[in-house]
């Protein structure tokens, strides 16, 4: 046909849901969808998958196989690329050791590891070596990559949030510098652009948040001095078509500065969407739609079919969940009358349980703990299990012990309270 419909399919933060949970979500199902988005595009153009980061740090079914579960389940999936998120890096050498502890231990060796594996490259154009000044070189990691689809061809830029060297352990990213992603997305559209891209699409580990999402020209529900939309404005008009963004856990769908900015929650429970039709001969976008997050549900049909999940992805996340299982279901001995909440921020009951933990367990006179993003689940009723307690904090975070002054100590309390 003279025009082609490619439709870009963005996940972020999937952070290792390979499972449903409860009713929704996880990649099993998500494969299913992708197959019915395949098969609508099969007459009249391309599926083009990507993901924003934050692919593998979360739950055991990931954790015990530090990610190799989730790189093989985006290989069946036919992921196109995707972008290195903060938390890529939390594993640390490959093997048990979340931090470096010898001299021969690399600190980015899981994420080399996974990076081997995956038959996608995982991007990070802004991700800079301190020592040289230059970018990253290592295998499989790139700072763009080009892909034919329908004959259109695609530019990706990948880039991670600023803030990646304070929400990672510090150890694993030692020697590594973060530049600022709209200046280095701008120099990578410009090249891209050269070379003949028709849509050139950013995935960025960086977000924002919006909560309306029926008109994508209306921003009024966005936050819109958050780090992804103060990039969408900076960039030149007409450089970039689509940024699919993540970190904050949010959903976007909107318009900025004319780019389709999308990011779809977190936990394989949405995915984001947007169709460009475009003219074959000249490449030229004649026509956009941007979808509201879509949601990833059991049982329900998409694109006029029921959702079947990938046989292939079945299998490796069966695999995944039968080694996790025992440890899982392992009992702490402990049972809860009720669900301990984490509902309100800051102050809710599970984040003043983990912080009076943390304080009892340290000869310490006050104790700080990070109770919104360092804690992930709720613990539910009943027979409390390893696996609920791995789900609420699935991070190898260290305590540290300072000595702060009174006025130190109201400093923190008062930027928090801001915050």
């Known amino acids: 046909p003279d025009y082609v419909t490619i439709t870009v399919v963005g996940t972020n933060d999937v952070h290792g849901e390979l499972v449903p949970q409860e009713d929704r979500g996880g990649l099993v199902t998500f494969s299913g969808y992708i197959a019915n988005i395949r098969e609508a595009r099969s007459n009249d153009g391309a599926l083009l998958l990507l993901d924003a980061g934050d692919m593998w740090q979360g739950t055991l079914e990931s954790n015990l196989n530090e990610g190799k579960a989730v790189v093989a389940a985006y290989n069946a999936l036919g992921y196109s690329a995707a972008a290195i998120g903060n938390h890529e890096f939390d594993f640390g050498p490959l093997g048990p050791k979340p931090i470096p502890e010898e001299v021969d231990d690399d600190p980015r060796g899981a994420l080399l590891a996974r990076a081997a594996e995956a038959d996608f490259p995982l991007l990070g154009a802004n991700l800079i070596d301190s020592a040289t000044g230059d970018r990253v070189e290592w295998n499989n990691v790139q700072a763009t990559r080009v892909v034919q689809k329908a004959g259109v061809r ?134 956009r739609r941007i979808y509201p997050p879509q949601p990833i549900q059991l049982n329900q049909p998409y694109e006029g079919l029921p959702v079947v999940p990938d046989d292939a992805v079945a299998e490796i996340v069966a695999e995944a969940e039968q080694v996790a299982a025992d440890l899982k279901a392992e009992p702490l001995g402990v049972s809860l009358e009720t669900p301990i909440p984490h509902r309100q921020r800051p102050e809710s009951p599970l984040g003043n349980l983990f912080t009076d933990a943390v304080l009892q367990m340290n000869d310490a006179d006050v104790s700080s703990h990070n109770v919104w993003g360092g804690i992930r689940a709720e613990l539910p009723q009943g027979e409390v299990t390893y696996g609920d307690v791995y789900r609420v904090m699935p991070f190898d975070n260290r305590i540290a012990i300072i000595e702060l002054s009174g006025a130190e100590l109201r400093k923190i309390l008062e930027k928090q309270a801001h915050n």
Request: aromatic share 4%.
């Open 154 to 287: 695609i530019g990706i830029i990948g880039v991670l949030t600023e803030s990646t060297p304070r929400t990672t352990i510090a150890a694993n990213v030692r020697g590594l510098e973060i530049a600022p992603l709209a200046e280095t997305i701008e120099e990578q559209a410009r090249v891209l652009r050269a070379g003949g891209a028709s849509l050139v699409i950013v995935v960025a580990h960086a977000g924002s948040r919006c909560t309306v999402f029926d008109d994508p020209y209306d921003t009024s529900s966005c936050n819109m001095d958050d780090e992804i939309m103060r990039v969408a404005q900076a960039l030149p008009a007409g450089l970039v078509d689509h940024i699919i963004g993540g970190h904050r856990h949010q959903g976007i769908a909107h318009d900025v500065n004319g780019i389709a900015v999308t990011a779809a929650y977190s936990n394989a429970r949405a995915f984001s969407r947007v169709d460009f039709t475009v003219e074959r001969t000249t490449g030229t976008i004649v026509d």
